[in-house]
């Protein structure tokens, strides 16, 4: 990714994927935390990396976001302070390695344990060979397909039999169980039932590995972030965390798991909050909640884009028009910009005109406004209207966050209407024009 100076180099400059390694230097915005918290001394990603590394303090987390937020750049960027640091971290992107729509709590388990094994791998880690023989018998023992057994020519290039597995060996079953978690229903079965009668002896298994890579680390404990887990239904999300919190919760080293904000609404949430230190990743304000412009939340996300892009290459307003009706969120603006930036570049355009903005956020509005029916319409505008901090239908109101309708803000926790959706009532002749309340 690199700055874009012309129109044909926008889409690869908002590419939707987080910022990650060098790309921080050149393209992270420092200053978003205080319009999103109302603070500037107010960081929740802050408060993780500091909890972190703190000693015999509880080290489970959650943190709770908008799609599109800016969860996984600010996920990334912590890592690397973390690195930087000499803490040993991975990251498991959990739609890449599971089927999201097909997720329990023991696949977790698991993606845990392949990840300390290539943190081992990667710092230099000797694991003990009883500890490793522990984990081979683990997942033979018991099971109708054994995951152990390989071909006779891979155990010569490797250098050493299924007796003696070393890392490299074990890592290579990591690697099929992980295929058959994703697409292997039967084997997937297997797999899940061995964790779930005898998940004490996985975790034991699993502070024995963390415990050798602290000790190579000079007590420092390694760290897992599963990301992607924001974007599970919210029955789904529940089957995995509600009845298994104390278990996710339990490990000896710090875990950072991802969750849809709004289950935060949903009555159970309480109970995680006795096992997790939960944290909240806002949307960056640009508009108060009396409905006025809030000037230094949009002039943050100017920066942000100027960072991306010349400024020049929006024609006049546009660059406007696009912040307003993202509404803050950061996915849907880049969405926009890019859809945008993609008609201007057909047309041989040197920018992006107004008509180039309508089009795409034409294209975000008609994908929010199927999310919703007509019987939610009431509720919708009566946030619109002005009940934007005391929503009795807490379930509407769940739904209507994961559905990224209505989005959350800072400060006083409250709610708005999605922009575009506000520009869609109105359309309809529901509400009064956009800005004219």
């Given at each position: 990714m690199k700055h874009a100076n012309h129109v044909s180099e926008m889409i690869n400059a908002f590419s939707p994927e987080p910022l990650i390694g060098e790309q921080m230097e050149?393209?992270?915005?420092?200053?978003?935390?205080?319009?999103?918290?109302?603070?500037?001394?107010?960081?929740?990603?802050?408060?993780?990396?500091?909890?972190?590394?703190?000693?015999?303090?509880?080290?489970?987390?959650?943190?709770?976001?908008?799609?599109?937020?800016?969860?996984?750049?600010?996920?990334?960027?912590?890592?690397?302070?973390?690195?930087?640091?000499?803490?040993?971290?991975?990251?498991?992107?959990?739609?890449?390695?599971l089927d999201m729509f097909n997720i329990v709590y023991s696949d977790l388990f698991i993606l845990m344990g392949e990840a300390l094994l290539g943190i081992a791998e990667e710092?230099?880690?000797?694991?003990?060979?009883?500890?490793?023989?522990?984990?081979?018998?683990?997942?033979?023992?018991?099971?109708?397909?054994?995951?152990?057994?390989?071909?006779e020519t891979a155990d010569i290039e490797a250098g050493m039999s299924a007796e003696t597995p070393g890392l490299f060996n074990v890592l290579k079953i990591f690697a099929k169980i992980k295929a058959d978690l994703k697409y292997n229903e039967e084997v997937?079965?297997?797999?899940?039932?061995?964790?779930?009668?005898?998940?004490?002896?996985?975790?034991?298994?699993?502070?024995?590995?963390?415990?050798?890579?602290?000790k190579k680390t000079e007590g420092k404990a390694?760290?897992?972030?599963?990301?992607?887990?924001?974007?599970?239904?919210?029955?789904?999300?529940?089957?995995?965390?509600?009845?298994?919190?104390?278990?996710?919760?339990?490990?000896?080293?710090?875990?950072?798991?991802?969750?849809?904000?709004?289950?935060?609404?949903?009555?159970?949430?309480?109970?995680?909050?006795?096992?997790?230190?939960t944290k909240t990743l806002p949307m960056i304000k640009i508009e108060t909640i009396e409905g006025e412009p809030f000037c230094d939340g949009i002039n943050v996300i100017r920066e942000i884009v100027e960072k991306r892009a010349d400024l020049a290459l929006f024609e006049e307003g546009v660059?406007?028009?696009?912040?307003?009706?993202?509404?803050?969120?950061?996915?849907?603006?880049f969405h926009t910009i890019n859809s945008a930036a993609k008609r201007a570049e057909r047309r041989n355009s040197e920018n992006l005109s107004m008509e180039d903005a309508e089009r795409a956020l034409e294209e975000v509005k008609t994908s929010l406004t199927r999310r919703i029916e007509k019987k939610d319409y009431d509720f919708l505008i009566n946030i619109y209207k002005g009940n934007k901090e005391l929503i009795e239908d807490k379930q509407m109101l769940l739904k209507m966050l994961q559905a990224s309708v209505v989005l959350e803000y800072n400060g006083k926790r409250w709610h708005n209407l999605h922009p575009l959706v506000a520009r869609f009532f109105t359309e309809q002749g529901l509400i009064e024009n956009v800005g004219e309340k």
């Open positions: 050149e393209f992270y915005c420092n200053d978003t935390m205080e319009y999103r918290m109302s603070d500037k001394y107010d960081s929740p990603i802050q408060d993780i990396f500091e909890i972190c590394q703190a000693e015999g303090t509880q080290n489970a987390f959650l943190l709770l976001g908008h799609k599109g937020c800016g969860k996984s750049t600010e996920l990334n960027r912590l890592s690397a302070q973390l690195t930087a640091k000499g803490y040993q971290v991975r990251t498991i992107i959990c739609s890449t390695d710092c230099g880690c000797a694991i003990s060979k009883d500890v490793l023989d522990d984990i081979m018998h683990f997942w033979d023992e018991g099971m109708e397909t054994s995951v152990s057994k390989k071909e997937r079965k297997e797999y899940r039932r061995k964790i779930s009668i005898r998940s004490s002896e996985w975790m034991a298994l699993l502070r024995n590995i963390a415990g050798e890579i602290t390694p760290i897992i972030i599963f990301e992607d887990l924001d974007k599970l239904n919210p029955e789904d999300a529940w089957n995995v965390f509600y009845n298994y919190a104390a278990v996710l919760s339990g490990m000896s080293f710090p875990v950072i798991y991802t969750f849809p904000i709004g289950l935060s609404y949903d009555t159970r949430f309480a109970a995680m909050e006795g096992y997790f230190i660059l406007d028009s696009l912040i307003h009706y993202s509404g803050g969120s950061l996915r849907d603006l």
